[in-house]
């Protein structure tokens, strides 16, 4: 009992734990960050090949 309890106490003295629930964390932001940019991204992206498109068929059709 007495073994198990030190190992407690050491684990529990090991910032291992807290430093890789940082970085986990910053990792989770980092993943929404870059979900946020590429969702604008691609909405702008699409809004731009749209009016390409629009512009190529207006421009075919009265040639």
């Known amino acids: 009992m007495h073994q198990w309890l030190g190992k407690v106490k050491q684990f529990l003295a090991a910032e291992d734990g807290p430093t890789a629930v940082e ?3 910053m990792l989770a932001l980092i993943i929404v960050v870059c979900i946020a940019a590429i969702g604008t991204l ?10 390409v498109s629009l512009n190529t068929a ?3 059709s009265s040639s």
């Open 42 to 51: 691609g909405s702008n992206a699409s809004n731009t090949f749209s009016n």
């Open 58 to 60: 207006a421009g075919v």
């Open 23 to 25: 970085y986990a964390v």
